[in-house]
């Protein structure tokens, strides 16, 4: 029996424009996080390797090169890194992936997929095992309690308010940008790269596998994670230093 690999792969080659004016001189993965001020691609490559994911390509485009000269080959961080620039043929995550894929850069048994602007201490050995031992084609992280940003009215037939919920908790299971993918799914790629001009992972890759009737499995989870892609969302960082310096502590001294 051959012996199990697994490489992951870090989506950071995006424009950042929700996080404008920062991304006009950083690249959205390297703004710095929490009282160490470290990048957030920091805290995802130490996560990775606290979770003994040492093979990590970095899918970089815009301001690639922040990127590289802050991490090299990775060996300052105990990982082996390798860049794949974005095509510009192959547009959104899924072409981001599928550029990665077809120039071999994807040849394990199972991909662990990042969302670059997440930051998480989440279980990935957990998740990875589970999603082994389910045999599943691909494992969502998700997460219940998301507190939705706007407010919400609840309306009788003829419009009016009934009761209104300022930014309530919901009890769906939602998304965190971290997937783990098995070799067999790969095969769609080039299927949602053709139908789609901009193809995406989360809108049209994960639902075409559900449609083939593939086994897409859920990994919840109640670890710590945060959505720092927009402007306003890393500004409320400030009010969370104290819980992220709790909370990564032993990541970012792995």
């Known amino acids: 029996m051959s012996k199990y690999s697994i490489k992951a792969a870090v989506l950071c080659g995006g424009l950042g424009k929700r996080l404008r004016p920062l991304t006009y001189y950083f690249q959205k993965t390297m703004i710095p996080i929490g009282k160490r001020q470290k990048p957030l691609l920091e805290y995802i490559i130490r996560l990775l390797k606290l979770h003994n994911i040492r093979d990590i390509i970095l899918l970089v485009g815009y301001k690639a090169e922040q990127i590289i000269n802050y991490f090299e080959d990775g060996s300052r961080f105990g990982v082996k890194i390798t860049y794949v620039r974005d095509d510009p043929k192959y547009k959104g995550t899924a072409g981001a992936l599928y550029n990665a894929f077809i120039k071999g850069y994807l040849n394990a048994d199972d991909i662990l997929v990042y969302y670059?602007?997440?930051?998480?201490?989440?279980?990935?050995?957990?998740?990875?095992?589970?999603?082994?031992?389910?045999?599943?084609?691909?494992?969502?992280?998700?997460?219940?309690?998301?507190?939705?940003?706007?407010?919400?009215?609840?309306?009788?037939?003829?419009?009016?308010?009934?009761?209104?919920?300022?930014?309530?908790?919901?009890?769906?299971?939602?998304?965190?940008?971290?997937?783990?993918?098995?070799?067999?799914?790969?095969?769609?790629?080039?299927?949602?790269?053709?139908?789609?001009?901009?193809?995406?992972?989360?809108?049209?890759?994960?639902?075409?596998?559900?449609?083939?009737?593939?086994?897409?499995?859920?990994?919840?989870?109640?670890?710590?994670?945060?959505?720092?892609?927009?402007?306003?969302?890393?500004?409320?960082?400030?009010?969370?230093?104290?819980?992220?310096?709790?909370?990564?502590?032993?990541?970012?001294?792995?």
């Open 116 to 254: 670059g602007d997440i930051l998480s201490n989440i279980n990935l050995t957990e998740m990875i095992n589970e999603h082994r031992k389910k045999g599943a084609i691909l494992t969502l992280a998700l997460s219940k309690g998301y507190r939705i940003r706007v407010g919400v009215a609840h309306l009788d037939e003829n419009g009016r308010v009934l009761r209104f919920e300022e930014k309530p908790k919901i009890d769906l299971p939602v998304s965190i940008g971290v997937l783990v993918i098995n070799k067999r799914a790969f095969k769609y790629l080039s299927e949602i790269v053709r139908s789609h001009k901009t193809p995406d992972i989360m809108s049209h890759f994960v639902p075409l596998l559900i449609d083939h009737n593939e086994y897409v499995n859920a990994y919840i989870t109640n670890a710590f994670w945060y959505d720092v892609g927009s402007i306003e969302r890393y500004e409320k960082l400030d009010e969370l230093l104290d819980i992220i310096e709790k909370e990564f502590e032993v990541i970012l001294n792995s």
